[in-house]
């Protein structure tokens, strides 16, 4: 698919949002697929060939959850177990062409990619690659947490659960296959009923961020790695760039 921005660069950016966070496993648990800016999107309805993963996790199993095209929510599934789950989607790679250079610049900028805009051939409209990794956090109420074991080409993994944190602090671990990604920008957003928020944090030598969670507020952390495309992937793939999308969603 080929996607002509004409809006913010941050349009390209996508998170899981559930009709409600914490599940009943008696009922469907439906989730919205969104993409947007600033954690403001729209839901988009189910459809496959975006699709290169997309399964639930919890401390005993791994589950796919095949869908239907056309689902909206996109995303419905019944939870039989108890706990602390995550839904996990990967897409698979979409090609974008900017409008001008001076957007892909704004992209850099907004992202802190320092050292990359000298390297931008302005004679020409900048292309890419992209892919998005996902993650939701959802639970019943009950109080048990696992930790993810990465295996996934970019992504955040939540160290505590936000649902029951002693002190308020939520902390997680960025990832690049497999690798925890030192001093590298996680943007938060997040809501309540009246007003958005958003700050910019960085990792530790360890991967590691932190957050100070606030009641009745829903959470988006999203990540993004750009990489410049060489001549054989330049060749196969028609862009100049590659980006990889890591978001995080969860509701305190």
């Known amino acids: 698919m080929t996607i002509f921005l ?30 947007g800016q600033n954690f403001t999107g729209s839901p988009f309805g189910y459809y496959d060939p975006y699709k290169k993963s997309l399964y639930l996790e919890n401390k005993n199993k791994v589950i796919d959850l095949p869908q239907r095209n ?32 001076e957007k892909f610049e704004d992209f850099l900028k907004e992202q802190n990619f320092k050292s990359t805009p000298g390297i931008i051939d302005r004679n020409n409209l900048p292309t890419e690659n992209f892919k998005r990794f996902a993650k939701v956090l959802m639970t019943d109420g009950n ?27 939520f902390e997680f671990q960025l990832f690049e296959k497999g690798d925890p990604i030192e001093n590298w920008q996680i943007t938060v957003f997040s809501r309540d009923k ?3 928020y958003k700050e910019i944090i ?13 009641k009745n507020r829903t959470y988006l952390l999203s990540s993004v790695k750009l990489e410049k495309a060489n001549y054989i992937e ?13 978001s995080l969603t969860f509701k305190n």
Do not use: C
Request: aromatic fraction near 16%.
């Open 6 to 35: 004409k809006f913010n660069l941050q349009a390209h950016e996508l998170w899981l949002e559930p009709i409600n966070f914490k599940f009943n496993n008696k009922e469907v648990s439906k989730i919205h697929i969104k993409i």
């Open 70 to 101: 056309g689902n909206f929510p996109a995303i419905q599934t019944l939870m039989l177990d108890k706990g602390f789950h995550i839904i996990n989607y990967e897409t698979n790679f979409e090609f974008l062409k900017y409008e001008s250079s």
């Open 143 to 169: 109080k048990d947490f696992f930790i993810q074991k990465p295996k996934l080409d970019f992504e955040i993994i939540a160290l505590n659960s936000p649902y029951n944190l002693n002190n308020n602090l």
């Open 194 to 196: 009246k007003n958005n």
């Open 202 to 214: 960085k990792t530790n030598l360890n991967g590691v961020g932190k957050i100070r969670v606030i």
């Open 234 to 246: 330049k060749l196969k793939y028609k862009s100049d760039w590659f980006s990889f999308w890591a």
